[in-house]
């Protein structure tokens, strides 16, 4: 708040002698009567001047109307005829047009960027929802009952009942869960597709006529672009909103422990943006001023404001094909247990690089036809290299896809091709 200074104003001090010793009124008082001796002043003939005063001006308003009524009227017409109008009425414009006579004069004015926004909101937000985990609890009245609690968030992609959400919302696997529509309903959830790779879960509710949000494309995503948040924060504030740009794509996003059963996980491609998201926001979708779907907010940073992480959209796409065409989502497989080398463990040793370490080939797997062995390590799936996400950089193809993989042992490098099976 800012500070006003102030000034004290001292008043000169009265002299010590006797006869110039007068009572100190407080300094209400003091007020008061300088007011009464102003007052004072008004005697004799003061009384007399000011009614008369008042019966002089009183007839010259009194003439000043009555004029006024006739002369007004002539003197705005002769300005009608030259177009000039001094004061618009509510059904007046100065251009010559017409307002609405109707229209309240507080009526709440937006700029085009905010009707934006709230035009996203009006027509998508019916389609966002909330989750919730059924747990059994304990009441003194009717003993043990269902309690529903709010955990997460969640958006529907299509009319018959499916609700996209983060894996990390449903992953206990022995729990009931509820989703809870923007009308209050609740509708018990009868399957659970769920991919902890990326962090997706499908969920299926019987339901019909649910209105689905529009999935766009997040990589036509850029960095700056308004986006509109959609939520449930905290478990308890259903439907909220909240705006932000786009701050950074491509990031590489390192959860902490506790999401994912106690183990790290990380993310990459995930889209970082300033719009706050909060726990319980996790499932809730990410929404362009076209009102389209491009990501799932998912995690956000506890070390510092304004920085939160979606997941692309173009993830949840590949996986609804998958589910509408084969009833599940289809994983790709190789059939390797491996072990990452960073450049940094590299840098210790001269024969070897970084890669995927190969440990142990499952027998009879897509790996071990290829002819990958213990001890391979790979370093390039098709032309990108090999880091820290190397099960990501199989995702990106599909079952029966043939990929080429550039292969590192004993100091040579060779080129494998491997067809990719379905993980079980």
């Known amino acids: 708040m800012d500070q006003i200074d102030s000034k004290e104003t001292k008043m000169p001090s009265s002299s010590s002698s006797a006869e110039n010793k007068q009572p100190q009124p407080d300094s209400s008082s003091k007020i008061t009567l300088l007011k009464e001796g102003r007052m004072k002043k008004r005697k004799g003939y003061a ?230 998201i909060n726990p319980g926001n996790s499932g809730g979708p990410l929404l362009n001023l076209s009102g389209e779907v491009i990501g799932i907010n998912f995690a956000t940073s506890s070390g510092a404001d304004n920085i939160s992480f979606a997941l692309p959209i173009n993830r949840v796409k590949s996986r609804l094909d998958e589910y509408r065409k084969f009833g599940k989502f289809v994983k790709p497989y190789i059939g390797i247990e491996y072990q990452i080398i960073t450049e940094a463990n590299a840098a210790s040793f001269s024969d070897i690089v970084p890669g995927a370490f190969i440990r142990n080939v499952v027998p009879g797997s897509p790996a071990e036809k290829a002819g990958l062995k213990n001890g391979d390590i790979i370093t390039k799936v098709g032309d990108e290299q090999v880091d820290t996400l190397f099960a990501f950089l199989l995702q990106q193809y599909k079952v029966g896809d043939k990929v080429d993989m550039t292969v590192w042992n004993n100091n040579k490098a060779r080129t494998v091709t491997v067809t990719l099976g379905e993980a079980e």
């Open 47 to 276: 009384g007399l001047g000011c009614a008369m005063g008042s019966i002089f001006t009183l007839i010259l308003l009194t003439v000043g109307v009555i004029g006024g009524m006739y002369v007004y009227p002539s003197f705005n017409n002769w300005l009608d005829d030259r177009g000039v109008v001094l004061f618009p009425s509510q059904s007046q414009t100065l251009d010559g047009g017409s307002t609405d006579t109707n229209k309240s004069s507080s009526s709440t004015v937006v700029s085009s960027d905010e009707e934006s926004i709230i035009n996203v909101v009006k027509e998508n937000s019916e389609s966002v929802v909330s989750v919730a985990i059924t747990q059994l609890e304990f009441s003194p009245d009717s003993g043990v009952i269902n309690q529903n609690s709010n955990i997460g968030s969640g958006f529907i992609v299509d009319g018959n009942g499916l609700i996209i959400t983060n894996q990390h919302v449903v992953s206990d696997t022995a729990s009931n869960y509820v989703v809870i529509t923007s009308d209050s309903k609740e509708y018990k959830v009868k399957e659970i597709l769920r991919d902890d790779l990326n962090d997706i879960a499908l969920l299926k509710i019987d339901a019909e006529g649910l209105k689905p949000l529009t999935l766009g494309d997040s990589s036509a995503i850029l960095v700056g672009q308004r986006v509109v948040a959609f939520g449930t924060p905290l478990g308890e504030f259903a439907g909220s909103v909240t705006t932000g740009i786009v701050s950074g794509l491509n990031r590489s996003v390192t959860t902490g422990t506790g999401s994912f059963f106690g183990v790290s996980k990380t993310f990459e491609d995930v889209i970082q943006t300033d719009a706050a």
